[in-house]
C-alpha cells in the first residue's frame, strides 16, 4: 500500500471547472484502476488500464477522462461534464503476478463548492 | 447484471462476541472474493481473500467461507476487539475480464467495550 500515492488529499472544484487528480505507484504494478466512493456506498469502478497507453472504462466513466503514458502514473480528470463530482476517489494497482490482489491509495476527497 | 449484495449494512457486538457478515454475487463464474476493511477516511485494506477452490480459509481471528453453489461468502471475525470497529468491503471478480471487481455496499461494525 505504502507504494501508492495520491494527491492531493483534499480537493475543491468550483463548479465548470476541470480537475486532475494524481496517481502514483512505485510498485511495478502493470494494472492501474480508479474509484469513486460515495457515503454510505461501496466502490465503483471509473476507468482501469492493463499496461501502458491503454485504458478501459468502467461502470460509471461519463464525465471523467484518464490517461497511461506512464506505467507508473495513472492521473484521472473530472471534468464540467461530471455532473455530481463531490466524492471520495481511490486509485488501486495490481501486479499481474499476483493476478487477483488490488492494494489502494491513500485517496482524494473532492469537493464541489 | 453484475451484483454483489453484502449484509448487515451496520453491525454492533460487544468486545469479546463474534460478528459475522454475509455477501451474495450474482455472477456465477466469479473465482475470487477479497474482503477490505477501511477505517474513517483511509484507504480500504485487504484483510483476507479466497478463491473459488477453496471453501474456507482462516487467519488468526479472521475466516472465510465460500458457497459457490448458494454464490454467498462470509467473513467471520472472532473475539472481536474495539480496533476492528470500521467498515468492511466484500467484493468478487466477475468474468467479464480485466480483472473487475464489484463491490459490495459495505458494512459499519461497531465494537463496544
Known amino acids: 500500500d505504502g507504494g501508492i500515492t495520491q494527491s492531493p488529499k483534499y480537493l475543491f472544484r468550483k463548479e465548470g471547472q476541470n480537475v486532475t487528480l494524481s496517481c502514483e505507484q512505485n510498485?511495478?504494478?502493470?494494472?492501474m484502476y480508479w474509484y469513486r466512493q460515495d457515503p454510505g456506498q461501496g466502490l465503483r469502478l471509473i476507468y482501469y488500464s492493463q499496461i501502458v497507453n491503454d485504458f478501459q472504462k468502467g461502470d460509471i466513466a461519463e464525465g471523467y477522462s484518464v490517461s497511461r503514458e506512464k506505467k507508473e502514473s495513472f492521473p484521472l480528470t473530472v471534468t464540467s461534464a461530471q455532473k455530481n463530482p463531490t466524492a471520495f476517489y481511490l486509485c488501486?494497482?495490481?501486479?499481474?503476478?499476483?493476478?487477483?490482489?488490488?492494494?489502494f491509495g491513500p485517496g482524494t476527497r473532492l469537493t464541489v463548492l | 447484471g453484475e451484483n454483489v449484495e453484502q449484509h448487515p449494512s451496520t453491525l454492533s457486538v460487544q468486545e469479546g462476541d463474534s460478528a459475522v457478515i454475509k455477501c451474495t454475487y450474482s455472477d456465477s463464474a466469479s473465482n475470487y472474493f477479497p474482503w477490505y476493511k477501511q477505517e474513517l477516511g483511509k484507504r480500504p485494506q485487504l484483510i483476507i481473500d479466497?478463491?473459488?477452490?477453496?471453501g474456507e480459509k482462516k487467519d488468526q481471528r479472521i475466516a472465510v467461507t465460500l458457497n459457490k453453489t448458494a454464490k454467498h461468502f462470509s467473513l467471520h471475525i472472532t473475539e472481536t476487539q474495539p480496533e476492528d470497529s470500521a467498515v468492511y468491503f466484500c467484493?468478487?471478480?466477475?468474468?467479464?475480464?480485466?480483472?473487475?471487481?464489484?463491490f459490495g455496499a459495505g458494512t459499519r461494525l461497531a465494537v463496544h467495550p
Open positions: 488501486a494497482s495490481r501486479a499481474v503476478e499476483v493476478y487477483d490482489t488490488q492494494y
Open positions: 510498485l511495478n504494478h502493470d494494472a
Open positions: 467484493a468478487a471478480r466477475f468474468s467479464g475480464g480485466y480483472n473487475k471487481l464489484i
Open positions: 479466497i478463491r473459488s477452490n477453496v
